[in-house]
């Protein structure tokens, strides 16, 4: 059997998204994909940055294989790591998750293999072939160059995990509740404290076909429900290693099977008590389910994750996200009724948005009496339509530039039509700005990112220029034709420590004035998920 190191890096410096900033949190696939690759028999580590792991070169050193799953914001930091391993170690290297899946070509340039979308089958697959010197070519779900160095894009592998293993949590040992030093040196090169996050899946897959998601490419169309028992095993390792009431589900919609859903979070109360503080993705249709969401009232603190994405009708078609305006205000009424806290999601950057587009929509949030809100700028992948067959909300002559580490919702990467990306990009942190001054029942955000955006906006407005009246609306004869190769490979921006430090200074200075952060702070520091735990 193989020796197969995972890494998942974090890209810190600028700070490209919040996040990783606030939590530690590990990224599900990749646990789930390494657990995979231990029930086979082969021998396991796990180094996820995003959770507080730090690799360590030597057991890299000792692999037989080195695997990268990463955002689009850690690209950058990934190349750079899956290079040294290359030329180091001189060590296959396979890269699989989120941007390899749709940026496979790219990534060939510093690894040799490519998995695209759901992981486990075609690894696991591919790791027996390259043990038993078999020829990986007929694999699906491989992208890779031949010996001639032709591109062979194999076509996608069958969404067939198995949903009845637990996953094994202790394949990332720094995936937990560490000592005070620890802490503390991380807090200080964080800019941050940070406190652990659980994270759980029950189902993959998402039946609606949204056009600016890429969930159903990448883990199906098909919704499929993991074991209620098999979750349940998973935060009980959770309760073992952490002590905090708080966990995640990163299910893309816990609302698709509402009476799947009921029997899973009447399990959980039943078994660990009222204190835990569930975190939950739906769209706003689950406002029509009332049994359901009096179901999530018991919890101490549940928060809604809502896919509003835009109050704009234009918008919403454009996205094809099969809502209205009216149908949005009728639910956001509705769940203001139910003890549960609402963190509004939307999207900014179509074809129809304008800077009043932002301000009309952090006003309603502010309205409304969302707990949070999450405000975002459309991202696509130039050549996503060409290579992989899935349609764009970005055309590729549109996109600014090519550095990957700011494709992740935080930053403007496309030029809109009837407003300037500038515009944009300013837009989305004065309306963060806005929402927490007028939001005194909700907790001031954390923004790291606000100072990488202050410097990103001169770059903006240095490139956008020729592309814009001087009513601020794209002209089409000059951003036609545009290629990759017209486009900055890198964005050059630093932001020292200091800067990260006022920022934290700002937060905690906020915060201290407002009951509610106050309220939740008792909440992490004295519940746990030991409550109620069953031996």
């Known amino acids: 059997m193989a020796s197969i190191v995972i890494i998942s890096p974090r890209e810190k410096n600028p700070p490209l998204e919040t996040t990783s900033f606030r939590i530690r949190m590990a990224l599900h696939g990749v646990i789930a994909v390494g657990s995979a690759l231990e029930a086979r028999g082969h021998r396991v580590r796990i180094f996820c940055e995003l959770s507080g792991a730090r690799v360590d070169w030597e057991i890299v050193r000792r692999a037989d294989y080195v695997c990268f799953s990463f955002l689009s914001f850690c690209?950058?930091?990934?190349?750079?790591?899956?290079?040294?391993?290359?030329?180091?170690?001189?060590?296959?290297?396979?890269?699989?998750?989120?941007?390899?899946?749709?940026?496979?070509?790219?990534?060939?340039?510093?690894?040799?293999?490519?998995v695209r979308n759901e992981g486990e089958q075609a690894l696991a697959e591919l790791i027996e072939a390259l043990e038993n010197g078999n020829d990986p070519t007929p694999i699906k779900g491989l992208t890779f160059r031949d010996a001639q160095g032709r591109?062979?894009?194999?076509?996608?592998?069958?969404?067939?995990?198995?949903?009845?293993?637990?996953?094994?949590?202790?394949?990332?040992?720094?995936?937990?509740?560490?000592?005070?030093?620890?802490?503390?040196?991380?807090?200080?090169?964080?800019?941050?404290?940070?406190?652990?996050?659980?994270?759980?899946?029950?189902?993959?897959?998402?039946?609606?076909?949204?056009?600016?998601?890429?969930?159903?490419?990448?883990?199906?169309?098909?919704?499929?429900?993991?074991?209620?028992?098999?979750?349940?095993?998973?935060?009980?390792?959770?309760?073992?290693?952490?002590?905090?009431?708080?966990?995640?589900?990163?299910?893309?919609?816990?609302?698709?099977?509402?009476?799947?859903?009921?029997?899973?979070?009447?399990?959980?109360?039943?078994?660990?008590?009222?204190?835990?503080?569930?975190?939950?993705?739906?769209?706003?249709?689950i406002y029509k389910n009332d049994e359901l969401l009096r179901i999530l009232e018991q919890f101490d603190?549940?928060?809604?994750?809502?896919?509003?994405?835009?109050?704009?009708?234009?918008?919403?078609?454009?996205?094809?996200?099969?809502?209205?305006?009216?149908?949005?205000?009728?639910?956001?009424?509705?769940?203001?009724?139910?003890?549960?806290?609402?963190?509004?999601?939307?999207?900014?950057?179509?074809?129809?948005?304008t800077p009043e587009t932002i301000r009309q929509t952090v006003d309603y949030c502010i309205e409304s009496g969302f707990f949070s809100v999450g405000l975002f700028a459309i991202y696509d992948f130039p050549g996503r339509e060409s290579l992989l067959g899935q349609p764009q909300m970005i055309a590729d002559h549109l996109f600014i530039h090519r550095d990957w580490r700011y494709y992740n919702l935080s930053f403007a990467v496309?030029?809109?039509?009837?407003?300037?990306?500038?515009?944009?990009?300013?837009?989305?942190?004065?309306?963060?700005?806005?929402?927490?001054?007028?939001?005194?029942?909700?907790?001031?955000?954390?923004?790291?990112?606000?100072?990488?955006?202050?410097?990103y906006l001169e770059y903006l407005r240095r490139v956008e220029r020729p592309f814009y009246d001087a009513h601020d609306r794209r002209l089409e004869e000059k951003?036609?034709?545009?290629?990759?190769?017209?486009?900055?490979?890198?964005?050059?921006?630093?932001?020292?420590?200091?800067?990260?430090?006022?920022?934290?200074?700002?937060?905690?200075?906020?915060?201290?004035?407002?009951?509610?952060?106050?309220?939740?702070?008792?909440?992490m520091m004295f519940s746990a998920l030991t409550a109620k735990r069953q031996p």
Not at 78 to 94: G, N, S
Not at 98 to 104: E, G, L, R, T
Request: glycine share 6%; with cysteine.
């Open 151 to 285: 591109l062979i894009h194999n076509e996608d592998q069958p969404m067939n995990a198995d949903f009845s293993r637990p996953l094994n949590l202790d394949l990332i040992p720094e995936y937990g509740t560490r000592g005070f030093w620890w802490n503390l040196k991380d807090a200080l090169d964080n800019g941050m404290p940070r406190v652990p996050m659980p994270v759980v899946q029950a189902s993959r897959g998402c039946p609606e076909n949204c056009k600016f998601c890429v969930v159903k490419y990448q883990l199906g169309s098909r919704y499929r429900k993991r074991p209620i028992e098999v979750v349940l095993n998973e935060i009980e390792q959770y309760g073992k290693r952490f002590q905090t009431p708080y966990f995640m589900f990163v299910d893309n919609d816990m609302s698709v099977d509402p009476q799947f859903t009921k029997t899973l979070l009447l399990t959980i109360l039943e078994r660990y008590g009222t204190s835990l503080r569930p975190y939950v993705f739906s769209r706003i249709d």
């Open 414 to 455: 496309n030029y809109p039509r009837l407003m300037r990306p500038s515009q944009l990009q300013a837009g989305i942190f004065e309306g963060y700005k806005r929402f927490n001054d007028r939001s005194p029942d909700s907790m001031y955000q954390f923004m790291p990112t606000r100072r990488t955006a202050m410097k």
């Open 301 to 353: 603190h549940a928060t809604l994750g809502v896919g509003v994405e835009s109050l704009s009708d234009d918008s919403l078609r454009d996205l094809n996200k099969r809502q209205s305006r009216e149908d949005i205000f009728t639910a956001i009424a509705a769940l203001r009724r139910y003890k549960i806290s609402v963190n509004g999601l939307f999207m900014f950057g179509t074809e129809y948005d």
């Open 75 to 114: 690209a950058k930091r990934a190349y750079a790591m899956a290079d040294r391993v290359r030329q180091e170690c001189k060590l296959p290297v396979i890269m699989g998750g989120s941007h390899p899946s749709v940026m496979p070509e790219d990534c060939l340039n510093h690894c040799d293999y490519v």
């Open 479 to 523: 951003v036609a034709g545009r290629t990759l190769a017209d486009m900055d490979a890198e964005v050059p921006i630093r932001v020292s420590q200091a800067e990260i430090y006022l920022e934290t200074a700002n937060f905690l200075a906020r915060n201290l004035i407002r009951p509610i952060s106050w309220k939740l702070l008792r909440g």
